[in-house]
Every structure is written in structure tokens, then in C-alpha cells.
């Protein structure tokens, strides 16, 4: 199956250019908290998401019921997503449009192993294109939705409300049609570092985007650390750099360290000892 990617989110590029400096986190603790992106965010070119690609089947996996009225659709489909870092298995049913989109799309966004009419995703732009010389009719979520995520975290098990954008697409061959469904995460975390230039300690605001769509902040070089360097209240792609666990700062190793789904970012030297339960999340409410 090849991944295809909606066209406002392709050429990933991830260095910093057009600044005289690259400020580092000193060291200490720094809260986070959980936002979101909108459709607008990815109509301005400076987020990359990348996606996290659905498991397709035919019929209906025996763990989860479904409403009856979700499976009378056209083309009927179902699938998951593998979301958190215990490789939360979330179900959904998608089927076509009478033109050929797949505008009908439920997703288990509680969990519960169950599927129903209210957890239709809503509000589909589709577009046709062309992909490898192939034709390609395109369904993109506008309005990301919220899924209960669990998480495997160093005192107990978890769950949080993480949101996503999803797109489904079709890809017309010459003799088959390949289906391809994506999710990609519009929950980032943000956040204030402390930092220096020079002799001065500034604060620079700063997010890390999940480029993985699986809801963890914790893959270094991949994951996106964005820092708002000209404090102007924009984080633009110019601000963007993979993020890094190892890293020199103010003449010392320094460590970053990100959890899964983390209330805490720790920056510390490379040879202290870490206590990872300070900085996880444990409540099953948004921040």
C-alpha cells in the first residue's frame, strides 16, 4: 500500500534558517499544556504533519459491535488506527458518497469498543487529483476530532482526549482501486522555555508537533520542536527544527526529556538520575 499524503502537507523540511541564533532550554521543569490546531493552521503551509496509516479489512473484526445504521453504507469498510504508545488498536467504518468519496466516516471516539451513529465525522472537503499518474478522489476532515487515547505511563494506565484530522482517499487504477486511510494529529503540546542569549535569560515560547499521528510527543528527530524566536506570537515552519533529546547549552550536555503524553518537560544534564512519574500525565480530562 503507498502512503499519500494531502497536498497542503507535502515537502517536509525541518531546519531553522533566517536567524542569528539557536536558543536551548536551561535547565528545570516546564509545564505543557494540550492545543489544538485548526484547518486554517494547515492552509498556512507552516505546520508538517505527517500521518499514521489505518489497517483496512472487509469484514467486521469480532471486538467491536456496530450500530446497525453504520453498516448499510456504500463500499462499507472498516479499520483502525494503532493510537498511544501501548498500540491502542481505535476501530472505525467508513463507506462512500454517490460520488465515490468517503464522506461516511464513524469513528470509536470514546474507546468502548463499540461504534455508533453519533460518532460520525462531519464536515468532508473532497478534492479530485492525481498521484503517481494515477486519479485520486480525496476526503479530508475539516474539523478535528476529539478520541479517547490511552497511554502506558511508568505509575499506571491513562487516558486522554487527543484530536486528529483524518483523510481518506481513494487511488483509481488502471484495473484496482486502492484505499488509503489517514490520521493525523491537531493536538500539540505548548509551552514556555527559559533560555539565553548572551548573558540575558529570556522566555520563548515553544510547541512540539506530533509528526507520527499517534498522539506521542516522544520520537526524537521526527517530532517537531517550534520556537517562537522573534516573540512575535506565530510559529512559522523558519521555526521549526526536529526535536532533540541531547544537546549542548550554555557550556554543559543537557538532556530533554519527553514523555509519551507529558504534563512536564524535563531539561536537565545528561548524568542526573530522572524521576519520569513527575512528569506524566495522570487525569483523564483535557488540559
Known sequence: MKKFYFPLLIGVTFLLVGFGYKPQPLEGNYAVKLRSLTFFDLVSKDVDLGANLAELSDNKPEIIKVDP??????????????????????????????????????????NDQRISVKEKIKAFQTTDGRYRGFKTKQSFGLIPASISVSYKGQRNSFTKQVYFFFSLINILGKNNTDTIAEAMTASFLEGEFRTLKGK?????????????????????????????????????????????????NAGKQCRMVVLPMPVKILVTTSEKELNLSQLESSSESTE
Open 69 to 110: 445504521e453504520c453498516t448499510k453504507l456504500k463500499e462499507l469498510q472498516y479499520g483502525h488506527f494503532k493510537f498511544g504508545n501501548n498500540q491502542q488498536k481505535t476501530w472505525f467504518v467508513m463507506g462512500q458518497d454517490s460520488g465515490g468519496y468517503w464522506t461516511e466516516f464513524y469513528i470509536d471516539q470514546n
Open 200 to 248: 540575558e535569560e529570556k522566555p520563548v515560547r515553544f510547541r512540539i508537533i506530533d509528526t507520527a499521528g499517534d498522539g506521542c510527543y516522544d520520537d526524537f528527530g521526527k517530532d517537531l520542536l517550534y520556537l517562537d524566536l522573534n516573540n512575535d506570537g506565530y510559529f512559522k515552519k523558519n521555526e521549526s527544527q526536529k526535536l532533540t533529546e541531547f544537546f549542548r
